[in-house]
Nanobody, 124 residues
Framework: QVQLVESGGGLVQDGGSLRLSCAAS??????????MGWFRQAPGKEREFVAA????????YYADSVKGRFTISRDNSKNTGYLQMNGLKPENTAVYYC???????????????WGQGTQVTVSS
């Protein structure tokens, strides 16, 4: 089992920045075996992909809507992942979730682990 705890959410003004953190724990956790991602869900909308990072951090992937503004990173020695969000807009208001899944073709987000989420609110 893997437990994920997000932090760093809050209220920020239009154009502001926030840094989300995702702390992973588990009895036999080796975070470097997992792909890590961030997702978000706004009120009344479906959950959507934001960003992902490969197990060793050398590859990153972003939704088109956040490219150039958000940066995903990880520190496997600390079992922690991050999402730096700059240039936030009101439409970025959502609950942001961290997720991990084992690397390999047999695994995906549906077979992985999810945190409880952290609220990000961007005021205009």
């Amino acid at each position: 089992q893997v437990q994920l705890v997000e932090s760093g959410g809050g209220l920020v003004q239009d154009g502001g920045s926030l840094r989300l953190s995702c702390a992973a724990s588990g009895h036999t956790l080796t975070l470097s075996s997992y792909v890590m991602g961030w997702f978000r869900q706004a009120p009344g909308k479906e959950r959507e992909f934001v960003a992902a990072i490969s197990p060793n951090g050398n590859r990153t992937y972003y939704a088109d809507s956040v490219k150039g503004r958000f940066t995903i990173s990880r520190d496997n020695s600390k079992n922690t992942g991050y999402l730096q969000m700059n240039g936030l807009k009101p439409e970025n208001t959502a609950v942001y979730y961290c997720a991990v899944h084992l690397a390999g073709s047999h695994y995906d987000w549906d077979t992985g682990y999810w945190g409880q989420g952290t609220q990000v609110t961007v005021s205009s």
